[in-house]
């Protein structure tokens, strides 16, 4: 009798594209760090190895943003999932700005990490859930235009939000979470061409890096919807935790 192939032996599980996105971050975060931008030797003045190590780290934020929404799916509270990535957001602040120089009161206002993102995006994608449940399945035309006009305007909410806080990724970060939220359990393709049509908008938006984020495509076409094994506090102590040692190292030796 032939044997029957686990699903989970078919993918990547959920916990597994987590580990993926963290390994990119760090390799982002620690050429942020050690390695010099500018070299005049290097590619149009860029240096090489920063330019790798940044390219290599741009698949993190893309992981990420699908694993939220995921996330988002399969929580059993959204508020209690909201309270926690808030609460590790301003947690993680100051490990932020400390790895990014940010040492002043005007700097540190400047940009608020990823975590500010997720915590912006998981209350709009409630909001949108909440119109979605009373308008997005009726079959009258009336509560549809309610659904699409309201749904716009948290879209434009979410963005506006995003702005005015300076979130990291900004307007574009919370862009590629609704991308996600409003595609979720649409063919992979129009998935893949969505994503690349955004990483385009970030290029025209001076996010000249996020075409090497792409490649994030392929583990996410390999998700097979499975948690796998892992802990969910893991990102919330791994986030500040590395950027902590990232920052006290560059103070220390830099």
Not at 21 to 46: K, L, Q, R
Not at 91 to 99: G, H, N, Q, T, V
Not at 146 to 158: D, E, F, W
Not at 239 to 252: E, K, Q, S
Request: proline share 2%; with cysteine.
């Amino acid at each position: 009798m032939e044997e029957t192939v686990k699903k989970s032996d078919r993918g990547i599980s959920f916990c597994n594209l987590k580990r993926i996105a963290c390994i990119s971050m760090i390799i982002d975060h620690a050429t942020y760090v050690f390695i010099p931008e500018n070299d005049v030797n290097g590619w149009m003045g860029v240096s090489v190895p920063y330019l790798i190590g940044r390219c290599l780290g741009r698949t993190a934020f893309i992981l990420f943003a699908f694993l939220l929404v995921e996330g988002f799916y399969h929580t059993s509270s959204l508020k209690k999932y909201i309270l926690r990535m808030a609460i590790a957001a301003a947690i993680s602040e100051p490990a932020f700005d400390l790895m990014c120089g940010r040492l002043n009161l005007k700097s540190f206002l400047e940009l608020q990490n990823i975590l500010f993102t997720f915590t912006l995006s998981l209350i709009f994608m409630g909001l949108l859930e909440m119109v979605k449940e009373r308008f997005g399945y009726s079959q009258e035309l009336s509560s549809k235009i309610k659904y699409n006009v309201l749904a716009a305007l948290i879209c434009v909410g979410g963005f506006v939000s995003a702005y005015f806080f300076r979130i990291d990724y900004g307007v574009v970060g919370i862009g590629l979470v609704f991308v996600f939220y409003f595609l979720r359990g649409s063919r992979k393709l129009y998935l893949v061409l969505v994503v690349f049509v955004w990483s385009m908008v970030c290029i025209a938006l001076k996010y000249e890096l996020e075409w090497a984020g792409l490649i994030a495509l392929i583990p996410i076409c390999m998700y097979h919807g499975e948690k796998g094994k892992g802990s969910k506090w893991f990102f919330y102590i791994f986030y500040p935790a590395h950027m902590l040692i990232l920052g006290l190292i560059r103070v220390l030796i830099l």
